[in-house]
């Protein structure tokens, strides 16, 4: 039991080790980065992290991506999961190539698109808003939540239907009220993996904004190259990007290891 | 099993009308572009299939590829087998269990420049924890702006940092879905580890494993942000990958046809491959 443990405990702690050296970045002044090599901060400091709560361009990146975030993870839930239902319970013309096609949306190299998304959401006067970063991010999202919880959906005996209607539910009612609270830890799992490829996506999100809606990620390449090396700085906006997801990893921690084993395994 | 009611499409209409928007409109404009030369001021030329015999023959362009199919290979090898190996290692109940858990995710949350600048600051020789522990602790030089080996190892190392967790999180969820039952037949059996491996254990990830194969394979075969900030592909073109390439000729050099036709190529590629993957994966799911 002893020496089973040392290889997750090992793989943890080569996890930390960059993490480690980010947070410890994160409280140096600037004099001590370039200074020279030292494993703790000598001097700590909050010098970083106060310009970031004070300046309204690094706040506000924060926000602009939560509300994209946000916004993503709903719209792509409220689309699939009748669309997965559909897929877990019924025979339709085209559905298997219906559901390769949505998963080939996700092997389309963001690079691919980041002129032509650039052009579409110009024209339809959506540039700079967040509602079209979140409505970009659906490209990759909504199959990956389709996949998942039709996964799910499977899972639960189709005679929990069948009941309901001969109840006399409506199909919407029955849904609602019986289907959603049954996949319950299947849509916390979408929901994380939504939110997860939503946050961490660049590319697009720098794409489609300019100034209103910019992502926090953004930010951070602009103020690196323009403020010359201000590695203080920059570390502290990095810390401060692992927050929102940790918490939410918080939130599904039990679910995320069970939600799998009740999908598609 | 399913019930035949082509009414079901309308369940699915929401998705079909929001995934076309995003991917069909954007597509379309990129064949368009493919096929046609541009001065600029929008005037355009009809090019044929000039730009895809170009592509298809330019070494840049066999290099890149090259280096694609290197790196993705590479990333594989390591993050499956070793995702694996800690997902059996690891408790199966107790509190470490979701510590264990929050902590592996932790860097899958971590935005994609950010995991490129923190293995920057990370790698630094001069003051950087893995730089300067590599160089004076251990006495390996090492030097990525310099040395091309040095900045392959250097991007390997940080995909299996990033994403080998994923391999993990989904291999776990397949063994904690077997029954103690199994365990219990095997030690009644005087079954061998490696033998409750191979016959219980195996088959039972066999799925999950697929995912996450068909996962790693798109994602690290299209990854462009964390190389571009760690290296922006260099030292030389040592580490452009074929993303990084793609850029370089759509937005460096404002080639839209040739960056349009590599697009395209580049999209068949992982499609083909992936639907390679997807064909075996449910093949086998329905034996």
């Known amino acids: 039991m002893r020496l089973r443990s040392i290889a997750p405990l090992l793989y943890i702690l080569f996890l930390m080790l960059p993490i ?10 600037t004099n001590e980065i370039l200074s020279g090599f030292s494993f703790f901060p000598q001097v700590w400091t909050l010098e970083n992290y106060a310009v970031i709560f004070t300046d309204p361009t690094w706040y506000w990146g924060y926000i602009n991506s939560t509300l994209y975030v946000a916004i993503n993870t709903v ?18 013309m085209g ?6 096609w949505l998963l080939t949306n996700r092997m389309a190299p963001p690079a691919v698109f980041a002129l032509p998304f650039f052009q579409l959401y110009s024209a339809v006067g959506l540039f700079d808003t967040h509602i079209a970063v979140a409505l970009a991010h659906c490209l990759f999202n909504i199959p990956l939540a389709v996949w998942i919880l039709e996964g799910f959906m499977s899972s639960v005996p189709k005679e929990l239907d069948e009941t309901a209607y001969v109840d006399g539910y409506s199909f919407k009612r029955f849904f609602v009220q019986i289907f959603m609270p049954n996949i319950k830890a299947g ?32 930010t951070m390449t602009k103020t690196a190259s323009s403020a010359g090396y201000e590695l203080g700085l920059l570390a502290a906006a ?22 799998f084993a009740m999908g598609r395994v | 099993m399913k019930t035949e009611n082509p009414r079901a499409w309308f369940l699915v209409l929401p998705v079909i009308l929001l995934v076309a928007f995003n991917a069909l409109i954007p597509l379309m404009t990129v064949v368009n572009y493919s096929v046609q ?15 895809f015999e170009q592509i298809l023959h330019s070494e840049r362009f066999h290099a890149a590829l090259g280096r694609q199919f290197l790196f993705t290979g590479i990333i594989l090898a390591i993050e499956i087998p070793l995702g694996v190996a800690i997902a059996l290692a690891m408790p199966r109940k107790g509190i470490w269990v979701p510590v264990c858990l929050i902590l592996m995710a932790l860097p899958l949350l971590i935005p994609w420049n950010v995991v490129g600048a923190m293995w920057n600051i990370f790698t630094l020789p001069d003051i950087g924890l893995m730089g300067y522990g590599l160089n004076n602790w251990l006495g390996i030089e090492y030097d990525m702006t310099q040395s091309p080996l040095a900045a392959w190892v250097t991007i390997v190392v940080m995909d299996v940092w990033h994403w080998t967790s994923l391999v993990v999180l989904l291999a776990y969820a397949g063994l904690v879905s077997i029954p103690d039952a199994y365990y219990q037949a095997a030690e009644i059996d005087g079954a061998s580890k ?18 996450a194969v068909l996962l790693r394979f798109m994602d690290s075969f299209m990854i462009y942000t964390e190389p571009f900030v760690l290296t922006g592909g260099g030292p030389g073109n040592s580490t452009t990958l074929l993303s990084i390439d793609l850029v370089k000729v759509a937005l460096g050099q404002f080639d839209l046809g040739p960056a349009a036709a590599m697009s395209l190529i580049y999209f068949a590629i992982t499609l083909l491959v992936s639907w390679i993957f997807y064909t075996i994966m449910t093949k086998e799911s329905k034996e």
């Not at chain 1, 559905?95 to 390769?100: T, V």
């Open chain 1, 20 to 29: 480690y050296w980010l947070i410890s970045m994160s409280f140096k002044t």
């Open chain 1, 75 to 92: 719209i792509s839930l409220m689309v699939a999961l009748p669309a997965a239902y559909a897929f877990s319970r019924y025979r339709f």
């Open chain 1, 95 to 100: 559905d298997k190539h219906l559901f390769f």
């Open chain 1, 187 to 218: 849509i916390g799992v979408a929901a994380f993996f939504c939110f997860m490829f939503s946050w961490v996506e660049l590319l697009l999100a720098k794409t489609l904004t300019a100034v209103d809606a910019k992502p926090i990620a953004a």
């Open chain 1, 238 to 259: 990095g810390v401060l990007t692992i927050i929102p997801g940790a918490i939410v990893i918080y939130f599904v921690r039990n679910n995320i290891a069970k939600g």
């Open chain 2, 37 to 51: 030369e541009t001065f600029g001021n929008n005037v355009f030329f009809w090019q044929g299939v000039d730009w």
């Open chain 2, 194 to 211: 490696w033998s409750v491996f191979r016959f219980i254990q195996l088959p039972k990830m066999k799925q999950v494993l697929t995912i």
